[in-house]
Structure formats: structure tokens, C-alpha cells
């Protein structure tokens, strides 16, 4: 079954204490970002990548990082988290980069709470 | 100013009834639209993408306006499992993609 797949989908940590969240897609795409999503906010997003090795950062980076290794996966690190990162996380992935790209399959979300 | 702006609603409309949506995006060089439909906690998929000429899917009809950088959402014969979240998404160059804060639509019985 095509998925992209998160981990952990709830989260409940402390300020400062370093964590990841994994994200692993089975659809071979090139495309994968992450977002943030606040009430009366929207979706933000934090990173992408175009490809392995390629990353970039989206309309709210700090406090965050990314790495993509390998072509599946891009984990979301938080190095030393804060309250205000408390958030609903999503993972997304497309199948190419490029103008007409569109369709993001997301992952479940990721809940985060940073006490 | 937000990159993309939507009413938030809610919209609670009758099953059977016509109801529109309309997003307004900040940016003239933003080269790609959709409609991405979000059910409560759980992840957007994409509904539809938005062209030009406009489009239709069923009882969805998507609007594009450049000139004027709105698209709208046309839902005809609501249905009660049309109650969701819908997201105006918009992608600029360089793969940024900008979400609205969602309008909400409840189909009531």
C-alpha cells in the first residue's frame, strides 16, 4: 500500500530534550516536505527536499532541521524544543519537482506537545 | 498580508444545497492551485487541482481568476459526507506551498 508513514503520532516531551520525527514514504518520490498546522493558521512549511542531499528551507525553519539521506525518508529534528513548537506535524511527499507538481500525500501527523 | 486567505466559515448548509468557496492569494507569480480537503484530525488529500480554464469533478467545479488571484470551489447537491475542512492551496517557484487556514462546511440531514 502506498503511504507515507510518521512516527511517533503522539509525542509528549520537554523543553530542551532532543527528538526526532520520522517520516519514510514507499512511493519513490523525488519531493518531500514537512508542515506545521496551528489553529487559525493553516498549514506552514518548515522544509522541503527536491531530492536526496537536497534541502531547503520553507516559511518557518528555525528551531528546526532536516536531513534526506536516503530517497524515502526525511526526519524532522527538533534539538532543543520549546513550547512554542508545540504543533500538529505532517510529513509530505510528491511524485516530481516542478511547476505543475501538486498532488502532496501526507502522513497521519505527528502531535507534539512540549511541556 | 497572508499568502493565502480564505473565509473560515463555518458554512452549514442543507443536503442538497449549492455552496461556494472562494481564496484569494497574495502572490501574481504563484503557478500552481488546488483544493485539498481536510476531515477533522486527520491529514488534507488532495480534492482537486485548479486549472485556467477551470474544472469540474462531479459536483465540484474549481475556478481560477488570475487577474483578479482568486480561485473558487463550486460544491453542487452537498452531500453529508462533504463536511469537512476545505484547503486553498496555493505553490509558488522553488516548491513553496501555502495552505489557508481551511473553511469549514457541515452538511446538515
Known amino acids: 500500500e502506498a503511504q507515507v508513514t510518521q512516527n511517533p503520532r503522539y509525542l509528549i516531551t520537554v523543553t530542551g530534550k532532543k527528538l526526532t520525527v520520522t517520516c519514510s514514504q514507499n512511493m519513490n518520490h523525488e519531493y518531500m516536505s514537512w508542515y506545521r498546522q496551528d489553529p487559525g493558521l493553516g498549514l506552514r512549511q518548515i522544509y522541503y527536499?527536491?531530492?536526496?542531499?537536497?534541502?531547503d528551507k520553507g516559511d518557518v525553519p528555525e528551531g528546526y532541521k532536516v536531513s534526506r539521506k536516503e530517497k524515502r525518508n526525511f526526519p524532522l529534528i527538533l534539538e532543543s524544543p520549546s513550547p512554542n513548537q508545540t504543533s500538529l506535524y505532517f510529513c509530505?511527499?510528491?511524485?516530481?519537482?516542478?511547476?505543475?507538481?501538486?498532488?502532496?500525500?501526507f502522513g497521519e501527523g505527528s502531535r507534539l506537545t512540549v511541556l | 498580508r497572508k499568502e493565502v486567505e480564505q473565509d473560515p466559515g463555518p458554512f452549514n448548509v442543507p443536503e442538497g444545497a449549492t455552496v461556494a468557496f472562494n481564496c484569494t492569494y497574495s502572490n501574481s507569480a504563484s503557478q500552481s492551485f488546488f483544493w485539498y480537503r481536510q476531515d477533522c484530525r486527520k491529514e488534507p488529500k488532495l480534492l482537486m487541482s485548479?486549472?485556467?480554464s477551470g474544472n469540474e469533478d462531479g459536483r465540484f467545479t474549481a475556478q481560477l481568476n488570475r487577474a483578479s488571484q482568486y480561485i473558487s470551489l463550486l460544491i453542487r447537491d452537498s452531500k453529508l459526507s462533504d463536511s469537512a475542512t476545505y484547503l486553498c492551496v496555493v505553490k509558488w517557484a522553488g516548491n513553496q506551498f501555502y495552505f489557508g487556514t481551511g473553511t469549514s462546511l457541515t452538511v446538515i440531514p
Open positions: 509530505a511527499s510528491s511524485l516530481r519537482a516542478g511547476p505543475r507538481t501538486g498532488e502532496l500525500f
Open positions: 527536499s527536491m531530492n536526496v542531499e537536497v534541502t
Open positions: 485548479v486549472y485556467s
